[in-house]
């Protein structure tokens, strides 16, 4: 499939896709840096557009989305590519090292029909590999869900322009964003991509009214020191102290072998972030102790989670202990 807009013809050679903030100006015959959108004689031809390289049924926990329908599933589905290159990638092998072949047809009914058959699923969730490259896809698919009453997920590194932001907003449900680092960590170890202009996107999100919690993959030696952790927290904080903050633990993976993240770290980091914000958490660790939704009025648990299953103590939306509402959709 070919896109119909967010590209500019530059020259007879080139084309510039206007899907990310890299712009990425394509000359024939080549694809962008995500590896997935190629310029085919002047126009921007969508490699992965209905390809997917797999599917399954998720808790939504483990996107992690823990403010919305807990104890629920969803439809998880990935594809390829990515437009970072981040050099610790814990998804490398469908992100920065894959082949197309691999990919087989699944399009958006086939999907739906997929989804309608699990009487606990919410809706279709845009996961494994950064989705917003495969923009035009995750658009289809999502106006398509909305229209039989599902959910439409993206778990993203928010690499996305403002324009097809504004598009897919209405039909989007809720959103993971990871947060990697500032300026310089993206610049050095993402190669793409920039502190600002995913905060940029978080902030765009939360104002439009959708769910979005944010993830920081807390890199052994390169984002574990507390001014790192402190910047992401006081801006995630300064967009709304109602964001819930997912620290998760790095282990080495692709071009990085630095041990895994010191959970004394992760433990220290959530420290500091749950003195600004109301929900905080830690990932991909084996205890359970930083996982529950605690009440910030009373210190009620009102969600308990046992790894990925959860036991909600919530009225309408509310603690039940104290009538505090807690943020998200349940």
């Not at 814990?90 to 894959?98: G, M």
């Not at 993206?154 to 907003?169: A, F, K, M, T």
């Not at 300064?238 to 010191?262: G, N």
């Amino acid at each position: 499939m070919f896109a119909k807009k967010y590209f500019e013809i530059i020259s007879n050679d080139f084309i510039e896709c206007r899907i990310c903030p890299n712009n990425c100006k394509i000359k024939n015959g080549r694809s962008g840096f995500c590896g997935t959108r190629e310029n085919q004689t002047g126009k921007l031809f969508l490699k992965t557009y209905g390809k997917i390289s797999g599917a399954a049924f998720d808790p939504i926990e483990k996107k992690p989305l823990y403010h919305f329908y807990p104890n629920r599933e969803i439809l998880s589905i990935g594809s390829v590519g990515c437009n970072l290159k981040c050099i610790f990638c814990q998804n490398s092998d469908i992100s920065q090292e894959y082949n197309f072949d691999y990919l087989y047809s699944a399009p958006s009914e086939q999907l739906l029909e997929l989804s309608q058959k699990n009487k606990n699923n919410i809706g279709i969730a845009f996961t494994y590999n950064e989705p917003l490259i495969n923009f035009e896809f995750v658009l289809d698919t999502a106006k398509y869900f909305i229209e039989h009453n599902q959910k439409t997920v993206i778990v993203s590194n928010g690499l996305i322009n403002d324009e097809p932001l504004r598009e897919l907003l209405p039909y989007l449900s809720a959103a993971n964003i990871d947060l990697k680092g500032d300026n310089d960590f993206y610049k050095k170890n993402c190669y793409a991509g920039s502190f600002d202009n995913v905060l940029s996107i978080i902030e765009k999100i939360y104002k439009s009214g959708k769910i979005v919690e944010v993830t920081n993959l807390v890199v052994s030696g390169l984002n574990d020191n507390i001014q790192s952790i402190k910047k992401i927290v006081d801006a995630v904080s300064e967009i709304s102290a109602d964001i819930p903050l997912h620290f998760s633990r790095y282990f080495p993976r692709y071009k990085y072998s630095a041990p895994a993240t010191d959970i004394a770290i992760l433990e220290n980091a959530y420290d500091y972030a749950i003195t600004k914000l109301k929900y905080v958490y830690i990932g991909n660790i084996s205890s359970n102790n930083y996982n529950n939704t605690i009440c910030k009025i009373c210190g009620n648990i009102v969600i308990k989670r046992f790894g990925y299953n959860s036991e909600t103590k919530l009225i309408n939306g509310c603690c039940s202990n104290c009538n505090a509402e807690i943020y998200g959709e349940f």
